[in-house]
């Protein structure tokens, strides 16, 4: 298995910027995907990025252009740079980390609150 660890949720004033950060326990080399979701109360958990491993990116239609998903494997973190944020990009926001026929892992979750 492997563990997550979040970080980097506030709150912000709508305009402004979060990064997240999320580290993974063991080397993300072996990772077939890495990713961002984020979930609202009562709502279904939704994808916002993802990076595959042979680094290609998608992004959901709400965030493209403004949040920008990334990662550093020497220091096995994955990244999320949200920019213009906007008060609807209030959510708890988790990372997924996938490896194909051993383990699909979730962190803890971080809450990015946006104010108008």
């Known amino acids: 298995q492997v563990q997550l660890v979040e970080s980097g949720g506030g709150l912000v004033q709508a305009g402004g910027s979060l990064r997240l950060s999320c580290e993974a326990s063991?080397?993300?080399?072996?990772?077939?995907?890495m990713g961002w979701y984020r979930q609202v109360s009562g709502k279904q958990r939704e994808l916002v990025a993802a990076i595959i491993r042979g680094g290609s990116t998608m992004y959901g239609d709400s965030v493209k252009g403004r949040f920008t998903i990334s990662r550093d494997s020497p220091k096995n973190t994955m990244y999320l740079q949200m920019n213009s944020l906007k008060p609807e990009d209030t959510a708890n926001y988790y990372c997924?980390?996938?490896?194909?026929?051993?383990?699909?892992?979730w962190g803890q979750g971080t809450q990015g609150t946006v104010s108008s």
């Open positions: 997924n980390v996938v490896r194909v026929g051993f383990f699909d892992a």
């Open positions: 063991k080397s993300i080399f072996s990772f077939s995907k």
